[in-house]
Protein backbone atom coordinates (compact mmCIF):
# COMPACT_ATOMS: atom_id res chain seq x y z
CA UNK A 1 0.00 0.00 0.00
CA UNK A 2 1.10 3.41 -0.92
CA UNK A 3 1.15 5.90 1.70
CA UNK A 4 -0.26 9.41 1.18
CA UNK A 5 2.70 12.12 0.11
CA UNK A 6 2.44 15.45 -0.66
CA UNK A 7 2.70 15.86 -4.03
CA UNK A 8 4.99 18.37 -5.59
CA UNK A 9 5.62 19.24 -9.44
CA UNK A 10 8.36 21.69 -10.19
CA UNK A 11 8.69 22.86 -13.76
CA UNK A 12 12.24 23.58 -14.31
CA UNK A 13 15.77 21.94 -12.74
CA UNK A 14 16.14 25.36 -10.74
CA UNK A 15 12.96 24.82 -8.89
CA UNK A 16 13.95 20.98 -8.14
CA UNK A 17 16.40 21.48 -6.90
CA UNK A 18 15.19 24.18 -4.61
CA UNK A 19 12.54 21.65 -3.24
CA UNK A 20 14.91 18.75 -2.91
CA UNK A 21 16.98 20.72 -0.99
CA UNK A 22 14.12 22.42 1.45
CA UNK A 23 12.63 18.86 1.73
CA UNK A 24 15.57 16.76 1.94
CA UNK A 25 15.50 13.80 3.82
CA UNK A 26 11.73 13.91 4.36
CA UNK A 27 11.61 14.16 -0.04
CA UNK A 28 12.14 11.19 -2.93
CA UNK A 29 12.64 12.12 -6.68
CA UNK A 30 10.46 10.33 -8.94
CA UNK A 31 11.16 10.53 -12.61
CA UNK A 32 9.59 7.66 -14.18
CA UNK A 33 8.92 5.82 -10.88
CA UNK A 34 9.63 2.53 -12.59
CA UNK A 35 12.00 1.21 -9.48
CA UNK A 36 10.95 3.48 -7.07
CA UNK A 37 6.83 2.85 -7.57
CA UNK A 38 7.56 -0.92 -7.12
CA UNK A 39 9.21 -0.61 -3.66
CA UNK A 40 6.30 2.55 -2.43
CA UNK A 41 3.78 0.05 -3.48
CA UNK A 42 5.13 -2.74 -0.95
CA UNK A 43 5.13 0.17 1.65
CA UNK A 44 9.12 0.00 1.90
CA UNK A 45 9.86 3.61 0.91
CA UNK A 46 7.24 6.16 2.43
CA UNK A 47 8.48 9.43 1.48
CA UNK A 48 6.19 12.69 3.61
CA UNK A 49 7.09 14.46 -0.21
CA UNK A 50 7.63 12.99 -3.51
CA UNK A 51 9.47 15.64 -6.35
CA UNK A 52 7.85 14.89 -9.43
CA UNK A 53 10.36 15.62 -12.06
CA UNK A 54 9.20 13.77 -14.87
CA UNK A 55 7.88 16.67 -16.76
CA UNK A 56 11.36 18.94 -16.78
CA UNK A 57 11.99 19.17 -20.32
CA UNK A 58 14.94 20.57 -19.86
CA UNK A 59 16.52 17.66 -19.19
CA UNK A 60 15.26 15.33 -21.82
CA UNK A 61 17.76 15.14 -24.85
CA UNK A 62 19.99 13.35 -27.03
CA UNK A 63 22.49 15.78 -28.53
CA UNK A 64 25.58 15.61 -30.27
CA UNK A 65 28.71 17.80 -28.88
CA UNK A 66 31.88 18.41 -30.44
CA UNK A 67 34.06 18.12 -27.67
CA UNK A 68 32.44 15.49 -25.84
CA UNK A 69 30.97 12.99 -28.56
CA UNK A 70 26.75 12.27 -26.97
CA UNK A 71 25.44 14.55 -24.14
CA UNK A 72 22.17 12.70 -22.53
CA UNK A 73 19.58 14.56 -19.99
CA UNK A 74 19.21 12.72 -16.99
CA UNK A 75 15.35 12.39 -17.83
CA UNK A 76 15.49 10.94 -21.63
CA UNK A 77 13.77 7.78 -21.51
CA UNK A 78 15.70 4.27 -22.27
CA UNK A 79 13.47 4.25 -25.59
CA UNK A 80 14.18 7.47 -26.89
CA UNK A 81 18.25 6.03 -26.42
CA UNK A 82 17.30 2.78 -27.64
CA UNK A 83 15.30 4.54 -31.07
CA UNK A 84 17.98 7.58 -31.52
CA UNK A 85 19.48 7.21 -35.05
CA UNK A 86 22.08 9.62 -32.92
CA UNK A 87 22.52 6.99 -30.57
CA UNK A 88 22.14 4.02 -33.17
CA UNK A 89 24.84 5.40 -35.51
CA UNK A 90 27.69 6.36 -33.36
CA UNK A 91 27.34 4.59 -29.80
CA UNK A 92 25.18 1.51 -31.15
CA UNK A 93 25.99 -0.42 -28.70
CA UNK A 94 23.90 2.11 -26.06
CA UNK A 95 20.94 1.52 -28.31
CA UNK A 96 21.62 -2.28 -28.42
CA UNK A 97 21.87 -2.44 -24.26
CA UNK A 98 18.51 -0.41 -24.01
CA UNK A 99 16.89 -2.86 -26.30
CA UNK A 100 18.08 -5.86 -23.72
CA UNK A 101 16.89 -3.57 -20.33
CA UNK A 102 13.15 -4.70 -19.12
CA UNK A 103 10.22 -4.63 -21.71
CA UNK A 104 8.88 -1.64 -23.65
CA UNK A 105 6.88 -0.35 -21.19
CA UNK A 106 9.25 0.19 -18.78
CA UNK A 107 11.71 1.85 -21.44
CA UNK A 108 8.86 3.76 -22.56
CA UNK A 109 8.78 5.99 -19.10
CA UNK A 110 11.68 4.90 -17.18
CA UNK A 111 14.53 7.04 -17.75
CA UNK A 112 18.33 6.68 -17.62
CA UNK A 113 19.15 9.10 -14.91
CA UNK A 114 16.28 7.22 -12.62
CA UNK A 115 18.19 3.75 -13.31
CA UNK A 116 21.85 5.44 -12.85
CA UNK A 117 20.57 7.09 -9.81
CA UNK A 118 18.35 3.78 -8.06
CA UNK A 119 22.32 2.02 -8.82
CA UNK A 120 20.79 -1.87 -9.03
CA UNK A 121 24.28 -3.32 -9.65
CA UNK A 122 22.25 -5.76 -12.05
CA UNK A 123 21.32 -2.40 -14.06
CA UNK A 124 22.18 -2.91 -17.95
CA UNK A 125 23.38 1.18 -18.33
CA UNK A 126 25.89 1.37 -15.89
CA UNK A 127 28.70 -1.44 -17.07
CA UNK A 128 28.20 0.29 -20.90
CA UNK A 129 28.91 3.85 -19.76
CA UNK A 130 31.72 2.27 -17.79
CA UNK A 131 33.16 0.61 -20.66
CA UNK A 132 32.82 3.60 -23.20
CA UNK A 133 34.41 6.07 -20.48
CA UNK A 134 31.38 7.90 -19.81
CA UNK A 135 30.85 10.60 -17.18
CA UNK A 136 28.30 12.53 -15.96
CA UNK A 137 27.10 15.72 -14.20
CA UNK A 138 25.03 16.89 -11.16
CA UNK A 139 23.67 19.86 -10.23
CA UNK A 140 22.50 21.42 -6.49
CA UNK A 141 21.44 24.95 -5.80
CA UNK A 142 25.69 24.89 -5.17
CA UNK A 143 26.56 24.61 -8.31
CA UNK A 144 27.60 21.38 -10.68
CA UNK A 145 30.16 18.44 -10.22
CA UNK A 146 31.32 15.92 -12.96
CA UNK A 147 32.42 12.53 -12.39
CA UNK A 148 33.45 9.14 -14.42
CA UNK A 149 30.26 7.31 -14.28
CA UNK A 150 32.85 4.49 -12.75
CA UNK A 151 32.95 6.51 -9.88
CA UNK A 152 29.07 7.15 -9.30
CA UNK A 153 27.53 4.22 -7.78
CA UNK A 154 29.20 3.58 -4.21
CA UNK A 155 27.26 0.41 -2.91
CA UNK A 156 24.31 -1.37 -3.17
CA UNK A 157 21.80 1.01 -4.40
CA UNK A 158 23.71 3.90 -3.02
CA UNK A 159 25.20 6.60 -5.08
CA UNK A 160 27.42 9.53 -4.43
CA UNK A 161 25.14 12.25 -4.63
CA UNK A 162 24.62 14.82 -1.86
CA UNK A 163 21.95 16.09 0.15
CA UNK A 164 20.22 18.44 -2.23
CA UNK A 165 21.74 16.98 -5.74
CA UNK A 166 20.62 16.04 -8.93
CA UNK A 167 22.21 13.87 -11.57
CA UNK A 168 21.26 16.19 -14.63
CA UNK A 169 23.59 14.43 -17.07
CA UNK A 170 25.47 11.88 -19.15
CA UNK A 171 28.24 12.28 -21.71
CA UNK A 172 29.67 9.54 -23.64
CA UNK A 173 32.85 10.15 -25.57
CA UNK A 174 33.37 9.47 -29.62
CA UNK A 175 35.06 6.48 -29.84
CA UNK A 176 38.83 6.50 -30.57
CA UNK A 177 39.54 4.86 -34.27
CA UNK A 178 39.63 0.90 -34.40
CA UNK A 179 37.16 0.68 -31.35
CA UNK A 180 34.93 -1.69 -31.10
CA UNK A 181 32.24 -2.55 -27.91
CA UNK A 182 29.53 -4.66 -27.14
CA UNK A 183 27.19 -6.04 -24.43
CA UNK A 184 25.42 -8.69 -23.56
CA UNK A 185 23.46 -10.09 -20.51
CA UNK A 186 22.46 -13.40 -18.95
CA UNK A 187 18.60 -13.46 -17.59
CA UNK A 188 16.35 -16.17 -17.25
CA UNK A 189 13.54 -14.75 -19.50
CA UNK A 190 13.26 -12.10 -21.90
CA UNK A 191 12.87 -8.92 -19.85
CA UNK A 192 14.58 -9.97 -16.92
CA UNK A 193 17.10 -8.36 -14.69
CA UNK A 194 20.91 -9.75 -15.89
CA UNK A 195 22.20 -12.68 -13.63
CA UNK A 196 25.06 -11.42 -15.28
CA UNK A 197 25.78 -8.49 -17.62
CA UNK A 198 29.41 -7.97 -19.56
CA UNK A 199 30.09 -5.13 -21.45
CA UNK A 200 33.76 -5.17 -23.21
CA UNK A 201 35.64 -2.26 -25.19
CA UNK A 202 38.63 -2.71 -27.23
CA UNK A 203 40.53 -0.47 -28.95
CA UNK A 204 42.99 -1.42 -31.58
CA UNK A 205 46.53 -0.18 -32.73
CA UNK A 206 46.36 1.18 -36.31
CA UNK A 207 47.44 -2.15 -38.61
CA UNK A 208 48.81 -4.21 -35.70
CA UNK A 209 46.01 -5.62 -33.91
CA UNK A 210 47.87 -4.87 -30.42
CA UNK A 211 45.49 -3.74 -28.00
CA UNK A 212 46.10 0.06 -27.20
CA UNK A 213 42.94 0.03 -24.28
CA UNK A 214 40.22 -2.41 -22.66
CA UNK A 215 37.62 -1.86 -20.48
CA UNK A 216 35.75 -4.52 -19.29
CA UNK A 217 32.37 -3.11 -17.15
CA UNK A 218 30.27 -6.00 -15.32
CA UNK A 219 26.74 -6.03 -13.93
CA UNK A 220 25.35 -7.83 -11.19
CA UNK A 221 28.63 -9.48 -10.43
CA UNK A 222 29.57 -7.06 -7.42
CA UNK A 223 27.85 -4.37 -5.32
CA UNK A 224 28.33 -1.78 -7.73
CA UNK A 225 28.83 -1.99 -11.52
CA UNK A 226 32.30 -2.86 -11.86
CA UNK A 227 35.44 -3.17 -13.95
CA UNK A 228 37.84 -5.96 -13.77
CA UNK A 229 41.25 -4.28 -13.77
CA UNK A 230 43.42 -7.27 -13.53
CA UNK A 231 41.70 -9.19 -16.66
CA UNK A 232 41.96 -5.69 -18.02
CA UNK A 233 45.36 -5.86 -17.44
CA UNK A 234 46.58 -9.41 -18.99
CA UNK A 235 44.93 -7.99 -22.39
CA UNK A 236 46.39 -4.13 -22.54
CA UNK A 237 49.40 -3.76 -24.65
CA UNK A 238 48.95 -7.65 -25.94
CA UNK A 239 48.41 -8.79 -29.50
CA UNK A 240 44.82 -10.19 -28.90
CA UNK A 241 44.26 -13.97 -29.07
CA UNK A 242 42.12 -16.41 -28.69
CA UNK A 243 43.33 -17.45 -25.47
CA UNK A 244 44.06 -14.18 -24.39
CA UNK A 245 40.21 -13.47 -24.04
CA UNK A 246 39.65 -16.50 -22.41
CA UNK A 247 42.37 -15.88 -20.13
CA UNK A 248 40.71 -12.41 -19.58
CA UNK A 249 37.73 -14.78 -18.74
CA UNK A 250 39.47 -16.85 -16.11
CA UNK A 251 40.75 -13.88 -14.71
CA UNK A 252 37.58 -11.75 -14.13
CA UNK A 253 35.99 -14.29 -12.54
CA UNK A 254 38.32 -14.62 -9.45
CA UNK A 255 37.89 -10.68 -9.57
CA UNK A 256 34.13 -10.19 -8.83
CA UNK A 257 32.26 -10.90 -5.54
CA UNK A 258 29.05 -12.15 -6.85
CA UNK A 259 26.07 -13.07 -4.67
CA UNK A 260 23.90 -16.15 -4.15
CA UNK A 261 20.38 -15.27 -4.22
CA UNK A 262 16.89 -16.96 -5.42
CA UNK A 263 18.23 -16.89 -9.30
CA UNK A 264 21.72 -17.83 -9.11
CA UNK A 265 24.63 -19.39 -7.32
CA UNK A 266 27.68 -17.36 -6.36
CA UNK A 267 29.52 -20.03 -8.34
CA UNK A 268 27.03 -19.78 -11.19
CA UNK A 269 27.86 -15.84 -11.29
CA UNK A 270 31.24 -16.72 -11.75
CA UNK A 271 31.22 -19.18 -14.43
CA UNK A 272 28.80 -17.08 -16.20
CA UNK A 273 31.57 -14.26 -16.12
CA UNK A 274 34.42 -16.68 -16.96
CA UNK A 275 32.01 -17.46 -19.97
CA UNK A 276 30.79 -14.31 -21.21
CA UNK A 277 33.86 -11.86 -20.76
CA UNK A 278 35.39 -14.09 -23.59
CA UNK A 279 32.48 -14.02 -25.60
CA UNK A 280 31.97 -10.38 -25.75
CA UNK A 281 35.76 -9.66 -26.05
CA UNK A 282 35.81 -11.92 -28.94
CA UNK A 283 32.17 -9.38 -29.88
CA UNK A 284 34.01 -6.52 -29.22
CA UNK A 285 36.88 -7.34 -31.14
CA UNK A 286 35.44 -8.25 -33.84
CA UNK A 287 34.01 -4.66 -34.01
CA UNK A 288 37.22 -3.34 -33.32
CA UNK A 289 38.48 -4.40 -36.58
CA UNK A 290 35.86 -3.45 -38.58
CA UNK A 291 35.62 0.30 -37.27
CA UNK B 1 21.96 -16.76 6.26
CA UNK B 2 24.35 -18.27 8.16
CA UNK B 3 27.54 -16.43 9.40
CA UNK B 4 31.04 -18.22 11.12
CA UNK B 5 34.36 -17.34 12.58
CA UNK B 6 36.27 -17.02 14.83
CA UNK B 7 39.48 -15.16 16.39
CA UNK B 8 42.09 -15.08 19.50
CA UNK B 9 42.03 -12.30 22.09
CA UNK B 10 44.77 -11.68 24.47
CA UNK B 11 42.67 -12.04 27.42
CA UNK B 12 42.00 -14.10 30.55
CA UNK B 13 38.55 -16.98 29.64
CA UNK B 14 37.03 -15.68 32.90
CA UNK B 15 37.09 -11.96 31.61
CA UNK B 16 35.78 -12.21 28.17
CA UNK B 17 32.90 -14.79 29.78
CA UNK B 18 32.67 -12.10 31.96
CA UNK B 19 31.98 -9.67 29.44
CA UNK B 20 29.77 -12.04 26.92
CA UNK B 21 27.41 -12.16 29.70
CA UNK B 22 26.27 -8.87 29.45
CA UNK B 23 22.99 -8.91 27.52
CA UNK B 24 24.58 -5.16 25.91
CA UNK B 25 27.31 -6.70 24.75
CA UNK B 26 25.71 -8.61 22.14
CA UNK B 27 23.06 -5.66 22.24
CA UNK B 28 25.27 -3.09 20.92
CA UNK B 29 27.47 -4.92 18.39
CA UNK B 30 23.97 -5.28 16.07
CA UNK B 31 25.00 -2.69 13.53
CA UNK B 32 22.36 0.36 13.83
CA UNK B 33 21.49 -0.42 17.67
CA UNK B 34 20.60 2.62 19.22
CA UNK B 35 17.70 3.16 22.44
CA UNK B 36 19.04 0.34 25.03
CA UNK B 37 17.20 -0.80 27.58
CA UNK B 38 17.46 -3.65 29.90
CA UNK B 39 14.89 -6.03 30.42
CA UNK B 40 16.55 -8.32 32.84
CA UNK B 41 19.79 -9.00 33.79
CA UNK B 42 19.71 -11.78 30.53
CA UNK B 43 17.22 -9.67 27.98
CA UNK B 44 17.95 -6.29 26.07
CA UNK B 45 15.45 -4.60 24.16
CA UNK B 46 17.11 -2.40 21.13
CA UNK B 47 15.54 0.26 18.26
CA UNK B 48 17.93 -0.92 15.35
CA UNK B 49 17.89 1.03 12.22
CA UNK B 50 19.09 0.31 8.87
CA UNK B 51 19.20 1.87 5.28
CA UNK B 52 19.85 0.29 2.61
CA UNK B 53 20.01 2.66 -1.01
CA UNK B 54 15.75 4.11 -0.99
CA UNK B 55 14.71 1.53 1.80
CA UNK B 56 14.79 2.63 5.74
CA UNK B 57 13.98 0.06 8.14
CA UNK B 58 13.77 0.63 12.08
CA UNK B 59 13.14 -2.47 14.18
CA UNK B 60 12.20 -2.77 17.59
CA UNK B 61 14.58 -5.68 18.50
CA UNK B 62 14.94 -8.07 21.76
CA UNK B 63 18.04 -9.99 22.24
CA UNK B 64 17.71 -12.81 25.44
CA UNK B 65 20.74 -14.72 26.43
CA UNK B 66 19.01 -18.18 26.35
CA UNK B 67 21.91 -20.78 27.47
CA UNK B 68 24.90 -20.64 29.51
CA UNK B 69 27.73 -22.52 30.13
CA UNK B 70 30.03 -21.05 31.81
CA UNK B 71 32.99 -20.03 30.66
CA UNK B 72 32.58 -22.16 27.41
CA UNK B 73 29.60 -21.63 25.55
CA UNK B 74 26.36 -19.06 25.33
CA UNK B 75 23.68 -18.83 23.14
CA UNK B 76 21.85 -15.28 22.51
CA UNK B 77 18.48 -15.26 20.37
CA UNK B 78 16.92 -12.17 19.06
CA UNK B 79 13.72 -10.75 17.50
CA UNK B 80 12.64 -7.59 15.84
CA UNK B 81 9.74 -6.40 14.42
CA UNK B 82 10.14 -3.58 12.18
CA UNK B 83 7.99 -0.43 13.37
CA UNK B 84 6.44 -0.27 9.58
CA UNK B 85 5.10 -3.85 10.18
CA UNK B 86 7.53 -4.61 6.52
CA UNK B 87 8.93 -7.97 8.13
CA UNK B 88 10.79 -9.27 10.97
CA UNK B 89 13.99 -10.56 11.97
CA UNK B 90 15.45 -12.78 14.22
CA UNK B 91 18.90 -13.69 14.86
CA UNK B 92 20.33 -16.99 16.62
CA UNK B 93 24.26 -16.24 17.98
CA UNK B 94 26.02 -18.85 19.84
CA UNK B 95 29.78 -17.77 20.75
CA UNK B 96 32.11 -20.69 22.11
CA UNK B 97 35.50 -19.88 24.23
CA UNK B 98 38.32 -22.09 24.05
CA UNK B 99 41.23 -21.18 26.67
CA UNK B 100 44.28 -21.31 25.08
CA UNK B 101 46.47 -20.38 27.27
CA UNK B 102 46.12 -18.23 30.79
CA UNK B 103 45.59 -15.00 29.29
CA UNK B 104 44.70 -16.17 25.63
CA UNK B 105 41.60 -17.47 24.34
CA UNK B 106 40.15 -18.33 21.05
CA UNK B 107 36.37 -17.26 20.43
CA UNK B 108 34.28 -18.88 17.60
CA UNK B 109 31.07 -17.87 16.56
CA UNK B 110 27.68 -18.86 14.54
CA UNK B 111 25.85 -16.40 14.03
CA UNK B 112 22.30 -17.37 11.94
CA UNK B 113 19.76 -14.54 10.54
CA UNK B 114 16.97 -14.58 8.97
CA UNK B 115 14.11 -11.75 7.29
CA UNK B 116 10.59 -13.06 7.14
CA UNK B 117 8.12 -10.61 5.24
CA UNK B 118 7.41 -7.91 2.55
CA UNK B 119 10.99 -6.74 3.26
CA UNK B 120 12.23 -10.60 2.21
CA UNK B 121 9.81 -11.04 -1.00
CA UNK B 122 9.87 -7.53 -2.17
CA UNK B 123 13.20 -6.45 -0.76
CA UNK B 124 15.34 -9.66 -1.30
CA UNK B 125 17.32 -8.16 -3.81
CA UNK B 126 18.28 -5.18 -1.63
CA UNK B 127 18.08 -6.59 1.81
CA UNK B 128 20.24 -10.39 0.97
CA UNK B 129 23.16 -8.09 -0.19
CA UNK B 130 22.90 -5.94 2.56
CA UNK B 131 22.44 -8.54 5.25
CA UNK B 132 25.64 -10.10 4.08
CA UNK B 133 27.62 -6.85 5.05
CA UNK B 134 25.30 -5.86 8.11
CA UNK B 135 26.51 -9.98 9.21
CA UNK B 136 30.56 -8.99 8.66
CA UNK B 137 29.92 -5.86 10.46
CA UNK B 138 28.01 -7.20 13.45
CA UNK B 139 31.02 -10.02 13.76
CA UNK B 140 33.75 -6.81 13.67
CA UNK B 141 32.17 -5.15 16.15
CA UNK B 142 31.90 -8.01 18.69
CA UNK B 143 35.54 -8.62 18.30
CA UNK B 144 36.25 -5.27 18.37
CA UNK B 145 34.44 -4.88 21.59
CA UNK B 146 35.62 -7.59 22.71
CA UNK B 147 39.40 -6.28 22.19
CA UNK B 148 38.47 -3.11 23.72
CA UNK B 149 36.98 -4.41 26.68
CA UNK B 150 39.35 -7.11 28.00
CA UNK B 151 42.76 -4.75 27.20
CA UNK B 152 44.84 -3.01 29.73
CA UNK C 1 -4.99 16.19 -0.36
CA UNK C 2 -6.64 16.05 -3.75
CA UNK C 3 -5.19 17.14 -6.69
CA UNK C 4 -6.89 18.04 -10.40
CA UNK C 5 -6.26 15.20 -13.08
CA UNK C 6 -7.40 16.32 -16.63
CA UNK C 7 -6.41 14.36 -19.46
CA UNK C 8 -8.58 12.36 -22.19
CA UNK C 9 -9.33 8.50 -21.91
CA UNK C 10 -10.32 6.93 -25.28
CA UNK C 11 -11.60 10.18 -26.91
CA UNK C 12 -13.22 11.15 -23.85
CA UNK C 13 -12.37 14.18 -21.56
CA UNK C 14 -12.27 13.53 -17.86
CA UNK C 15 -11.57 15.86 -14.56
CA UNK C 16 -11.29 14.18 -11.47
CA UNK C 17 -9.91 14.69 -8.18
CA UNK C 18 -7.81 11.92 -6.62
CA UNK C 19 -5.28 11.80 -4.01
CA UNK C 20 -1.55 11.70 -5.85
CA UNK C 21 -0.59 8.13 -4.64
CA UNK C 22 -3.08 6.90 -6.98
CA UNK C 23 -1.79 4.94 -9.62
CA UNK C 24 -3.17 5.03 -13.27
CA UNK C 25 -4.51 2.08 -13.08
CA UNK C 26 -6.65 2.78 -9.86
CA UNK C 27 -7.87 5.82 -11.04
CA UNK C 28 -8.76 4.48 -14.75
CA UNK C 29 -10.99 1.44 -12.70
CA UNK C 30 -11.81 2.83 -9.44
CA UNK C 31 -12.69 6.61 -10.55
CA UNK C 32 -13.48 6.00 -14.38
CA UNK C 33 -15.04 2.67 -13.53
CA UNK C 34 -12.89 1.51 -17.11
CA UNK C 35 -12.17 -1.76 -15.88
CA UNK C 36 -11.18 -3.14 -18.63
CA UNK C 37 -7.35 -3.00 -16.98
CA UNK C 38 -6.15 -5.68 -15.59
CA UNK C 39 -4.46 -5.86 -11.71
CA UNK C 40 -2.29 -8.92 -12.86
CA UNK C 41 0.68 -9.06 -10.40
CA UNK C 42 0.53 -6.24 -8.13
CA UNK C 43 4.80 -6.41 -8.57
CA UNK C 44 4.88 -4.53 -12.36
CA UNK C 45 6.28 -7.58 -13.62
CA UNK C 46 2.77 -8.94 -15.58
CA UNK C 47 1.91 -6.09 -17.92
CA UNK C 48 -1.73 -6.99 -17.99
CA UNK C 49 -2.43 -3.37 -17.03
CA UNK C 50 -0.64 -2.15 -20.13
CA UNK C 51 -2.29 0.88 -21.64
CA UNK C 52 -1.16 3.30 -24.27
CA UNK C 53 -0.34 6.87 -22.61
CA UNK C 54 0.36 9.78 -24.68
CA UNK C 55 1.41 6.88 -27.74
CA UNK C 56 3.08 4.85 -25.75
CA UNK C 57 2.79 1.61 -23.91
CA UNK C 58 3.01 1.86 -20.71
CA UNK C 59 2.20 -0.17 -17.40
CA UNK C 60 -0.32 1.12 -15.72
CA UNK C 61 0.29 -0.23 -12.53
CA UNK C 62 3.51 1.35 -12.71
CA UNK C 63 2.64 5.19 -13.14
CA UNK C 64 1.17 7.59 -11.11
CA UNK C 65 -2.24 8.92 -12.34
CA UNK C 66 -0.92 12.15 -12.25
CA UNK C 67 1.66 12.09 -14.33
CA UNK C 68 -0.67 11.55 -16.87
CA UNK C 69 -2.40 15.09 -16.29
CA UNK C 70 -2.86 16.99 -19.72
CA UNK C 71 -2.02 13.23 -21.52
CA UNK C 72 -4.05 11.18 -23.44
CA UNK C 73 -5.07 7.13 -22.85
CA UNK C 74 -6.24 4.98 -24.62
CA UNK C 75 -7.70 1.75 -23.12
CA UNK C 76 -8.95 -1.51 -24.16
CA UNK C 77 -12.21 -0.07 -24.36
CA UNK C 78 -11.41 2.11 -26.60
CA UNK C 79 -9.98 -0.42 -29.71
CA UNK C 80 -14.20 -1.06 -30.35
CA UNK C 81 -16.00 1.54 -32.32
CA UNK C 82 -19.44 1.10 -31.16
CA UNK C 83 -20.08 -2.48 -31.85
CA UNK C 84 -17.62 -2.38 -35.08
CA UNK C 85 -14.38 -4.77 -32.93
CA UNK C 86 -10.93 -3.21 -34.00
CA UNK C 87 -9.00 -5.78 -36.73
CA UNK C 88 -6.95 -6.88 -33.31
CA UNK C 89 -9.83 -7.85 -31.80
CA UNK C 90 -11.16 -9.78 -34.21
CA UNK C 91 -8.16 -11.19 -34.99
CA UNK C 92 -7.90 -11.92 -31.36
CA UNK C 93 -10.83 -14.01 -31.45
CA UNK C 94 -10.73 -15.96 -34.80
CA UNK C 95 -7.21 -17.11 -33.51
CA UNK C 96 -8.45 -18.01 -30.15
CA UNK C 97 -5.67 -15.86 -28.48
CA UNK C 98 -7.18 -16.11 -25.06
CA UNK C 99 -8.16 -18.52 -22.73
CA UNK C 100 -9.13 -17.21 -18.96
CA UNK C 101 -8.32 -13.21 -21.00
CA UNK C 102 -6.51 -11.82 -17.97
CA UNK C 103 -3.60 -10.94 -20.20
CA UNK C 104 -5.82 -10.57 -22.84
CA UNK C 105 -6.59 -6.34 -22.34
CA UNK C 106 -2.83 -5.56 -21.50
CA UNK C 107 -1.66 -7.98 -24.90
CA UNK C 108 -4.00 -5.82 -26.95
CA UNK C 109 -2.81 -2.49 -26.03
CA UNK C 110 0.88 -3.89 -26.19
CA UNK C 111 0.25 -4.80 -29.97
CA UNK C 112 -1.87 -1.70 -30.36
CA UNK C 113 1.35 0.27 -29.54
CA UNK C 114 3.41 -2.15 -31.48
CA UNK C 115 1.18 -1.18 -34.66
CA UNK C 116 0.87 1.98 -34.41
CA UNK C 117 4.59 2.72 -34.31
CA UNK C 118 5.40 0.01 -36.95
CA UNK C 119 2.40 -1.27 -38.87
CA UNK C 120 5.10 -4.33 -41.02
CA UNK C 121 6.64 -6.03 -37.94
CA UNK C 122 8.49 -9.09 -38.72
CA UNK C 123 7.66 -12.38 -36.47
CA UNK C 124 11.14 -11.36 -34.46
CA UNK C 125 9.77 -7.83 -33.40
CA UNK C 126 5.99 -8.93 -33.51
CA UNK C 127 7.49 -11.05 -29.98
CA UNK C 128 9.59 -8.22 -28.86
CA UNK C 129 5.96 -6.20 -28.97
CA UNK C 130 4.60 -8.16 -26.76
CA UNK C 131 7.70 -9.57 -24.58
CA UNK C 132 6.30 -7.34 -21.36
CA UNK C 133 2.46 -9.19 -21.29
CA UNK C 134 3.17 -12.53 -19.75
CA UNK C 135 0.31 -15.06 -20.65
CA UNK C 136 -0.52 -18.10 -18.43
CA UNK C 137 -2.20 -19.97 -20.76
CA UNK C 138 -2.13 -20.28 -24.52
CA UNK C 139 1.62 -19.92 -25.28
CA UNK C 140 1.81 -17.04 -27.05
CA UNK C 141 1.52 -18.77 -30.45
CA UNK C 142 -1.99 -17.76 -31.08
CA UNK C 143 -1.54 -14.37 -30.15
CA UNK C 144 1.92 -14.00 -32.38
CA UNK C 145 -0.49 -15.81 -35.10
CA UNK C 146 -3.64 -13.08 -34.78
CA UNK C 147 -0.88 -10.60 -35.10
CA UNK C 148 0.58 -11.93 -38.06
CA UNK C 149 -3.07 -11.98 -39.70
CA UNK C 150 -3.49 -8.59 -38.92
CA UNK C 151 -0.31 -7.58 -40.35
CA UNK C 152 -0.54 -9.40 -43.84
CA UNK C 153 -4.28 -7.18 -43.83
CA UNK C 154 -6.58 -9.93 -43.36
CA UNK C 155 -8.75 -7.83 -40.84
CA UNK C 156 -9.15 -4.75 -42.78
CA UNK C 157 -10.97 -1.86 -40.74
CA UNK C 158 -14.25 -1.10 -41.67
CA UNK C 159 -14.68 2.14 -42.46
Known amino acids: ?291 | MLMEGKFTLKAPIQEVWDFLLKPETLASCIPGAEKMEAIDDKTYESVVKQKVGPISVKFKFTTKITEVDPPRHLKAVGQGADIAKAGTFSQETTVDLTEISKNEVEVSYSSNVSLVGRLATFGERIMRAKAKSVGEEFTRNLQEKLKSRTTG | MKKELKFTVNGQPYEIYIKPKTLLSEALRDHLGLTGTKRGCNSSSCGACTVVLNGMAVKSCSILALQANGGEVMTVEGLARGTELHPLQKAFLDHGSFQCGFCTSGMLMSSKALLDENPKPTKEQIKEGIDGNICRCTGYNSIIRALTGVVKGEYKEEK
Open chain 1, 1 to 291: MIRDFEYLTPKTLKEALTLWDKYGDEAKIIAGGQSLLVLMRQGLVAPKYLIDIKGISELNYVKPDAKVGLRIGALTTHRTIEKSPLVRKGFAVLAEMENRLASIQTRNWGTIGGNICHADPAGDPAPVLISLKATLTTASLKGERNMAVEDFSLDYFETALEPGELLIEIQVPAAPPHTGTAYTKFNIIQSDLATVGVAVSITLGSGDGICQDIRIALGAAAPTAMRVKKAEAAVKGKKITENLLKEAGEIASTEVEPISDIVASEEYRRELVRVLVNRVGKEALARAKRA
